[in-house]
């Protein structure tokens, strides 16, 4: 097909969610660039929306899925897998939890973590099943998660949804404290609003958060499907924050590419379920458990994290400086890699002149330019997006 060609079946053929897409029909990938159907090359500050971390066609990922594929692709949860076991015994050995459970998306991955509290409380009898969550977070699309999602835009074509579930503003420990009572199970919330805006969680909030779930009996749920895996500059956002939650969740990064999610559980929440309670058939299939074995090894063992760091600190200290010459810039924020820029003007024209440049960058929302690049990207990388930035910018100040 000619790339005219996809795109008018995708018009034609598929449901039309995605909109007016990106005139990009993405063929290969190597590295920090992706290139197009028609041979362009663009310098990548998407990675898939946070999922490539290891950038496209990581050789000892690739590698890792072939070997996989040539022996067994799946098999069911009826049968033990090594690779299963070896990436559980990994990720619980790397984080506060205690058990894993995989699945194969972010939102089906909250949705797990929704269902693990309330069955935690049940489980003791208790009239616990109430949820708090945050206004302008982002959960996942399906009815529980969107359920749990404070964007209206997202609820409303789609009501009545699931029970249960309450919003306070974000960072605002006060506004949690006057939505409490007692069937409050778990209050859910991302380190990091990553749709939402690029919004930080301050420490004193989720500290305060995880007092008030102590005092009261109630769960602590980091949606780290975003910031997790390296992205933020530790391995996991809450270790950035040392506020250990009691329920996590990942997904993007996880698989490198390759769909699969995790409800990671602390303590004695990692016991809540029971045979027969929750299940899935492709959740933890040995393709999707080897990509992430590979992904996650490569992460720990080649220094990532400290690369992550350093080239995060670069990056953000250059777009300091465009803050500061630039009056249409209002805020520069984000952890590690995932760097939100808000401006005073919509950034939609700003990405397609970015793009017309040959990189690719993101919005989250309307007003901010939302960088969430490959976290094997380097400083000349970030310095070719700054010298775009700047030319863009000051045309248009
Ligand atoms: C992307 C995202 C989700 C949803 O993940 P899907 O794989 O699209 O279901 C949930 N939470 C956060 C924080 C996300 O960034």
Do not use: W
């Amino acid at each position: 097909m000619k790339k005219k060609e996809v795109m008018q079946a995708d018009k034609k053929y598929h449901m039309n969610v995605y909109g007016d897409r990106i005139p990009v029909v993405a063929k290969k990938g190597q590295g920090v660039y992706l290139y197009d159907k028609d041979g362009t090359e663009y310098l990548d500050f998407t990675a898939g929306i946070a999922v490539n971390a290891l950038g496209y066609n990581h050789p000892q990922v690739t590698k890792a899925i072939q070997k996989q594929a040539e022996n067994i692709l799946h098999a069911s949860n009826l049968y033990y897998f090594e690779i299963q076991s070896k990436l559980s015994k990994l990720l619980v050995e790397n984080s506060c939890a205690n058990k894993v459970f995989f699945a194969n998306s972010g939102a089906e991955a909250n949705e797990g973590a929704i269902k693990l509290a309330r069955k935690y409380f049940t489980k003791q009898s208790k009239d616990k099943y109430k949820i708090i969550a945050t206004k302008d977070s982002f959960h996942g699309r399906t009815l529980a998660t969107l359920a749990a999602t404070g964007q209206e835009k997202y609820q409303k074509p789609f009501t009545p949804l699931p029970q249960g579930f309450d919003f306070a503003p974000y960072n605002d420990l006060e506004a949690v404290k006057d939505l409490i009572d007692e069937k409050t199970a778990a209050i859910i919330v991302e380190p990091i609003q990553g749709e939402g805006g690029v919004n930080p969680a301050t420490k004193e909030y989720l500290q305060g958060l995880r007092e008030l779930c102590d005092q009261k009996e109630i769960l602590l749920i980091f949606d780290e499907v975003q910031t997790g895996v390296g992205r933020t500059g530790s391995l996991f956002a809450y270790q950035e924050y040392g506020v250990k939650p009691d329920i996590f969740t990942l997904a993007k990064a996880l698989g490198n590419g390759m769909p699969i999610s995790s409800i990671l559980a602390c303590g004695d929440v990692a016991e809540a379920f029971e045979p027969g309670d929750h299940a899935s058939t492709f959740g933890g299939n040995p393709l999707a458990c080897r990509a992430a074995y590979a992904t996650l090894k490569i992460i720990l063992e080649e220094n990532i994290i400290d690369q992550v760091k350093e080239v995060a600190n670069y990056f953000q200290t250059e777009l300091a400086k465009l803050e500061d010459k630039y009056a249409i810039i209002k805020d520069v924020r984000g952890k590690g890699l995932m760097i939100g820029v808000e401006l005073r003007v919509s950034v939609k024209q700003i990405i397609k002149q970015v793009r017309e440049e040959n990189i690719l960058i993101l919005n989250a929302g309307e007003n901010v330019l939302r960088f969430l690049p490959p976290l094997i990207i380097n400083k000349d990388h970030v310095t070719k997006l700054i010298e775009t930035l700047d030319q863009i910018l000051s045309e248009l100040d």
